[in-house]
């Protein structure tokens, strides 16, 4: 049953928003250091004025960064890895870095691999979901120094591990971006679910899909540090787009692998609007967001997103990526909109806000042409925080592809430029880049070149 309550407020225009506020441009309020995300007015909003200066070319032809920023290639694909497992998968993709003792930084990472991935996690007894499956996670254990003391399989045999997001308690939950059954395209078992991997010692969660959490094309996960909520992502490539949704744990907050012990899966409904694709004006604010009960959680006969949620139906959205928590609030990203695609509106870009305490969704920004805030390329996808407050954005769009940073100011600027084609001089190709996150003293930047796999770590004046 849907959750009861008031009904929803309607989408404030911007000339309201302005005789609320007295100035232009939305605020995110976080606890602790991280102040406001976004503050100043839309006039200030400029394009390549902030950060940290122009990118300086590589030499090498890798990585591309401002003047003071260095990076260490921790890891490349086709290597071998340090257990001897095998070579490094391909497709870098989600990642999340975890303090360790003594120092050290256990990295956690996806490899999205499908059925045709050029090179599979290595299948490893005791850690192998399905042995037909290509996709998986590798863990990474770096020394205070940032030198790599090992690197070894976390999870294999799973398919399209694309994102995820870490828990309150230090493990990583990695998502299958797939709704394969058994017997397509090999797989001996269905696919589409959510797996727990502890990158310090992955034998302690194994290969154990975490089923009550629902079969759909996951894509990334927050959760709520207070109440154990999990939310979660799902990038469905067709009509009817995907889902936001929210899993009520039996055992919410219980440590490495209370998530085991089930729960109930819930969509989210904000009433009039069954599409977020259709919201332009940043600030726009809905109270009385509904979660309504999945019918079928493992999708046995019909994808989720095609069942039948009732009088209402639940809120759809065209590429929803991202997730991550702060201060009281989940915070998720729609990468592009495309109405030629069947969507209700167009944009390159949506960061969406929901807070549970008063069940309030709010738009916080919109990329696009025609908006306040442009990325110079598009499609923004993996998010993180930044230590000094704001964002990274991990851009997978066409083109070049870039790290952007967005300031508390509003302000869009370029931190990292993938230098590596694998294209040809006449028609380039750069990979995408993901998994963007910090090391927890804040000194580190790791982000993953999806293709050709590359892991790096980027250190700098990220203070100045």
Not at 142 to 167: F, K, M, Q, W
Request: one cysteine or more; charged letters at 20%.
């Amino acid at each position: 049953m849907p959750e009861t309550g008031s009904t929803s407020g309607s989408p404030a225009t911007r000339r309201q928003m302005l005789a609320r506020s007295g100035a232009l441009g939305i605020g995110i309020a976080f606890s602790g250091t991280l102040s406001e995300l976004f503050t100043g007015t839309a006039a200030a909003q400029h394009l390549g004025h902030g950060g940290y200066g122009p990118l300086v070319p590589d030499p090498d032809g890798l990585l591309d960064l401002p003047k003071g920023f260095r990076y260490r290639v921790l890891s490349r694909e086709g290597d071998r890895l340090r257990s001897g497992e095998g070579p490094v998968p391909s497709n870098h993709d989600g990642m999340a870095a975890f303090a360790g003792r003594h120092g050290r930084v256990h990295l956690v990472r996806n490899h999205e691999n499908r059925a045709t991935g050029r090179i599979p996690v290595p299948a490893v007894e005791g850690l192998t979901y399905d042995p037909a499956g290509k996709g998986g996670c590798t863990a990474l254990t770096l020394d205070s120094r940032g030198t790599v003391l090992s690197e070894r399989v976390a999870i294999a045999g799973t398919a399209v591990n694309c994102a995820g997001g870490p828990t309150p308690w230090g493990t990583w939950l990695t998502c299958e971006e797939t709704e394969d059954k058994a017997g397509t395209n090999g797989y001996a078992k269905d696919h589409g679910f959510i797996f727990e991997v502890d990158g310090a010692d992955p034998r302690r969660t194994g290969a154990v899909p975490l089923t009550a959490m629902g079969r759909f094309q996951h894509e990334a996960i927050a959760v709520d540090p207070k109440r154990g909520v999990v939310y979660e992502t799902e990038d469905a490539f067709e009509r009817p787009f995907g889902l936001f949704y929210r899993f009520l744990p039996e055992k919410p907050l219980g440590g490495t692998g209370s998530l085991r012990a089930g729960g109930r899966l819930q969509a989210m409904r904000v009433p009039g609007v069954p599409d977020l694709s259709s919201i332009r004006e940043t600030g726009a604010r809905f109270d009385g967001v509904e979660w309504v009960d999945v019918p079928d959680p493992l999708a046995a006969e019909t994808p989720i997103r095609h069942q039948d949620f009732g009088r209402g139906g639940v809120t759809h959205a065209q590429k929803l990526e991202g997730c991550y928590w702060g201060g009281r609030s989940v915070y998720f990203v729609s990468s592009f909109a495309r109405s030629t695609e069947g969507s209700a509106g167009d944009h390159h870009g949506q960061i969406w806000r929901y807070d549970p305490d008063r069940r309030r969704l709010t738009l916080v920004i919109v990329f696009g042409p025609d908006t306040d805030v442009r990325l110079p390329g598009e499609s923004p996808d993996n998010i993180c925080l930044a230590p000094g407050g704001g964002l990274m954005v991990c851009e997978d769009g066409g083109g070049a592809q870039h790290v952007y940073g967005v300031t508390r100011r509003g302000e869009v600027y370029a931190l990292a430029r993938n230098r590596q084609n694998t294209g040809t001089p006449q028609e380039p190709e750069w990979g995408e880049f993901a998994g963007v996150a910090f090391s927890p003293d804040g000194r580190t930047m790791y982000v993953n070149c999806y293709d050709p796999g590359t892991t790096f770590a980027v250190t700098g004046p990220w203070r100045r």
